[in-house]
């Protein structure tokens, strides 16, 4: 298993790994968070492990390589696999946390944006469905 | 495994759950792009090989996808491995990822329910307001709200209420323990 990244290094593969799966509009990051359970698990605080992977989404289509014609049987290649993970101590949650959520508002792209026209639109849409009614 | 209708009642369900198995439970956010059909797969590598053959004139076709792309979905998943308790909630609003990340945050950092629902109103107050406002109006979250708000209102007074307020089901976990 790869090492520990720092939380700098964390950060700036993140941001790559989700820009670059909004500009494919394709794939999956997957973000999870637990608390690390070492021997010493008995103190108050436990450390948080933070893991990012693409579960192996941005791999290509076995189907469709095989109507390329080229390497008809793909065995699973686990090197495409993104995966990286970093460990916050309890001290640092509130800054890493604060980083994390603008690295994410940032990267995912591919969400819906606020649309500011939308009151507009539903105030319309409310007196055109009470015309119909009336 | 639920979806819940608003992102407090998840964050403060998922506070309940950490509370009761905090050593075990993980949460997972998940972006993710849908997949693709098989039809709609060919389209886009025919119309993304085809400009390779006539070479030259890439920039025109890079911009190609730009008319119909797919929307990101995020996915918040907090789950706990020897109970099975699977707790999801589901969105695809961009506005929604920072108050959720700070959300998961405090999870992380042990917040109880209480801590949630009080500190949660504070400092995201303006935009947490807009966004209250924006999901019932939206589609089933009228239902949804009333009991969420309850909870936040009797969270001051015990955090069993607000338990009793929320969902039957995390009541059950609470009591094994």
């Known amino acids: 298993m790869a090492p520990h990244l720092s939380h700098d290094e964390f950060f700036s593969s993140l941001t790559d790994l989700l820009s670059k799966t909004s500009q494919k509009s394709r794939g999956s990051v997957y973000l999870t968070q637990k608390p690390m359970t070492d021997a010493d698990s008995s103190n108050a605080q436990p450390s948080i492990l933070i893991r990012a992977t693409d579960g192996n989404t941005n791999a290509p289509n076995p189907k469709s390589a095989d109507k390329s014609g080229k390497s008809s049987r793909v065995t699973k290649n686990k ?43 539903k105030a319309k849409a409310k007196g055109g469905a009470s015309k119909t009614e009336a | 495994m639920p979806y819940l209708l608003t992102s407090q009642a998840f964050l403060e369900q998922s506070a309940l759950l950490l509370e009761a198995y905090p050593e075990t439970t993980r949460i997972t956010t998940k972006y993710s792009f849908p997949t693709e059909t098989p039809g709609q797969l060919h389209k886009r590598r025919k119309s993304e090989r085809k400009p390779k053959d006539t070479t030259s004139t890439p920039s025109s076709t890079t911009q190609t996808p730009a008319e119909k792309i797919p929307l990101a979905c995020l996915t918040l998943k907090t789950f706990n491995p020897g109970t099975g308790i699977t707790l999801k909630y589901r969105t695809n609003k961009g506005a929604e990822v920072s108050r959720l990340m700070t959300g998961l945050g405090k999870l992380a950092a042990g917040a109880d329910v209480a801590s949630l629902g009080v500190s949660g109103a504070g400092p995201t107050g303006g935009a947490g307001d807009i966004e209250m406002g924006e999901a019932p109006a939206v589609d089933e979250g009228v239902v949804a709200s009333s009991p969420a708000l309850q909870a936040a209102g009797s969270q001051t007074q015990t955090t069993g209420k607000a338990a009793g307020g929320g969902k039957g089901k995390k009541k059950g976990g609470k009591g094994k323990r």
Do not use: H, Q, W
């Open chain 1, 79 to 121: 090197s495409t696999k993104v995966k990286m993970s970093t460990i916050v101590n309890p001290g640092d949650l509130e800054f890493f946390y604060a980083r994390y959520a603008e690295v994410c508002k940032t990267g995912m792209a591919g969400l819906k944006k606020r649309d500011r026209s939308k009151r507009k639109g």
